[in-house]
């Protein structure tokens, strides 16, 4: 039987018993049953003309609603059909100490702090319902709150992962999905947080989903700081590692790259971007579990997950926008700033 189906049948049920019993349409008669993860069905029941409507409850980043109506003697029975994007929430740890570059994130060459510029970026993105940023620093919070920005206080932590954990415990409501968003990535595209929450909606199979961009050439292969990830074709993460993945047999590296390979065709080489989106009780299971022989070696946290048998998806995008991690950095993304503006 079609979910429709079912619950008009309900809704029968239901108007008989207030046909039976109109002291019960003294209280709020809006109900709501759940039939899958997008699906919301919301009933009225409206005593005489129906003109008077249907209010049901507002829902953030609904899609449109269906109405169907159905007919009685003394009542009208409305019931909407609305799809919804799971409830989506984006988290930015920002932490003040940094080794290249000292505060990196208060920076503000441009008129706006670096973590500023990050997270109006990352509002850009129509996915996200809320952006938190999650800090121990009471500078940082200081900064937040002059443009604006969520701040959740978390005490030291291990990394930005253990950090978004954190601020998880003490939201008001739990999330479906976290997207933990580096907070010295200015130049973030919101297409793709978009993406790789999408990704995660699509894939009820993965607990994980990021990012990757092909490759283009040979220095980049070889580099121990450029993340390499292989993929299944279904795009699932095989491996990550700061070695050259795949590995070229027969041909030198340079070879491969003799035709400037067009991206998502010649290129044999992914560079995996560091955005993820999370299932939230993933991402509260995976920052207990003690770090694997993979992860300590590779140096990379990821493959965590992946040797505790958990499904990475990667989906793969032209480019990828840079970090700040040195004053170099810094200055050339001033120089874009200003060169934009």
């Not at 409206?46 to 269906?66: A, C, D, F, I, W």
């Not at 121990?224 to 795949?246: E, H, N, W």
Request: proline content about 4%; glycine content about 4%; overall charge negative.
């Amino acid at each position: 039987m079609c979910n429709f189906c079912v619950v008009y049948t309900l809704g029968r049920v239901l108007m008989c018993a207030l046909k039976s019993y109109p002291a019960l349409l003294m209280n709020a008669t809006i109900m709501e049953l759940t039939i899958s993860n997008h699906v919301y069905l919301f009933l009225e029941f409206v005593e005489g003309n129906p003109s008077s409507g249907l209010r049901p409850p507002s829902h953030q980043g609904e899609g449109k609603n269906t109405v169907r109506k159905r007919n009685t003697s003394n009542f009208t029975l409305n019931i909407v059909r609305k799809t919804t994007s799971m409830n989506v929430i984006g988290i930015i740890p920002a932490r003040l100490q940094s080794t290249r570059l000292p505060n990196k994130l208060l920076l503000k060459e441009t008129g706006q702090s670096l973590l500023e510029h990050t997270w109006r970026a990352a509002q850009k993105a129509k996915r996200l319902e809320r952006i938190v940023v999650a800090t121990d620093s009471t500078e940082i919070a200081e900064e937040c709150q002059k443009f604006g920005a969520e701040v959740c206080m978390t005490g030291e932590c291990a990394n930005g992962t253990e950090r978004a954990a954190v601020a998880l415990e003490s939201l008001a409501e739990t999330p479906e999905i976290v997207v933990n968003i580096q907070g010295d990535e200015p130049e973030i595209d919101a297409d793709h947080i978009d993406r790789v929450i999408a990704a995660l909606e699509k894939r009820t199979d993965c607990e994980m989903a990021t990012l990757a961009n092909p490759i283009l050439t040979a220095d980049q292969v070889r580099d121990p700081s450029c993340v390499k990830v292989v993929c299944a074709t279904d795009g699932r993460a095989l491996y990550f590692s700061r070695a050259s993945i795949p590995f070229s047999r027969d041909r030198a590296i340079e070879d491969w790259f003799v035709d400037e390979p067009t991206p998502y065709q010649s290129s044999s080489w992914l560079q995996h971007i560091g955005l993820y989106a999370y299932r939230t009780a993933f991402l509260q299971a995976f920052v207990k579990m003690p770090a694997t022989v993979l992860e300590t070696t590779e140096q990379l946290e990821q493959l965590r997950a992946l040797q505790a048998g958990a499904h990475i998806h990667v989906t793969v995008v032209a480019s990828s926008s840079s970090g700040i991690d040195t004053p170099e950095d810094y200055a050339a993304f001033v120089k874009r700033h200003q060169s934009s503006h």
